[in-house]
């Protein structure tokens, strides 16, 4: 049978709990593929998939840098990128970049009370 298996809790090098995921009849491509991520991240996006109303397959790729989970809700289509880590916990960037947010220089004064926005009743 398919698997997805998943170890955590790792001290001393080795791995104390362990949980193997059915994937039933799905499709499986290549080899055995061995990774390390971050619990942190692996949890969030695996609560993400319990939270929504998945409405198609889930797909699993697995490559040296990140695991790849896509799939579908009526709202919108997902591709979740969960990065790698080396043993040390530094994550792989190669499918990430720094987020920079947009800077603003000066913000305009706005009196929503001129504007007639404001109702204190």
């Given amino acids: 049978m398919n698997s997805l298996a998943v170890d955590f809790v790792r001290r001393s090098g ?20 061995t990774v390390l991520v971050r619990s ?11 939270d929504l109303g998945v409405t198609t397959a889930i797909d699993v790729h ?7 989970i896509t799939y579908s809700t009526t709202a919108a289509n997902y591709k979740v990128y969960v990065p790698t880590c080396t043993e040390q916990g530094v994550r792989s960037g190669k499918y990430f970049k720094q987020y920079m947010p947009n ?17 204190p009743e």
């Fill in 62 to 68: 697995v490559d040296a840098d990140a695991i790849v």
């Fill in 103 to 119: 800077t603003v220089l000066a913000f305009e004064d706005y009196d929503d009370q001129a504007e007639g926005d404001f109702d």
């Fill in 40 to 50: 942190k991240d692996f949890v969030v996006a695996m609560q993400a998939i319990a």
């Fill in 14 to 33: 080795k791995f104390e709990s362990s949980i193997a995921v059915a994937l039933g009849t799905a499709k499986v491509v290549g080899s055995a593929t």
